[in-house]
């Protein structure tokens, strides 16, 4: 059974840091483009940052530049979304997903349709 777990959430005052882990276990992902997205109350789920397999290839939205690093190491399945500066306006729900589809290529995409894994989600909470 393929599982993955996000873990790191937290409440954090403005300018804070946090930091998520997402752990894959039932299968490797190792070879395919794994990102974070995140939902707030009211609003779509929208794209974080995302990493193509092999960490040479990273996306971030605009909003987050700057202020998020993913990044992800393959020997422990695992992919991280440091987050430093924090607003209140990060504060959402925060989700790890993999695409199968993204399979060993630098390219990356946005649409969380082209992502089928996807792990329960950390609940984020900046307080200003």
């Known amino acids: 059974q393929v599982q993955l777990v996000e873990s790191g959430g937290g409440l954090v005052q403005a300018g804070g840091s946090l930091r998520l882990s997402c752990a894959a276990s039932?299968?490797?992902?190792?070879?395919?483009?794994m990102g974070w997205f995140r939902q707030a109350p009211g609003k779509d789920r929208e794209i974080v940052a995302a990493?193509?397999?092999?960490?040479?290839?990273?996306y971030y939205a605009d909003s987050v530049k700057g202020r998020f690093t993913i990044s992800r190491d393959n020997a422990k399945n695992t992919v991280y979304l440091q987050m430093n500066s924090l607003k209140p306006e990060d504060t959402a729900v925060y989700y790890c997903?993999?695409?199968?589809?993204?399979?060993?290529?630098?390219?990356?995409?946005?649409?969380?349709?082209?992502?089928?894994?996807w792990g329960q989600g950390t609940q984020v909470t900046v307080s200003s």
């Open positions: 997903a993999v695409s199968t589809v993204l399979r060993r290529t630098i390219l990356l995409r946005t649409s969380s349709d082209l992502y089928d894994y």
């Open positions: 039932g299968r490797t992902f190792s070879s395919y483009a």
């Open positions: 990493i193509n397999w092999s960490g040479a290839t990273t």
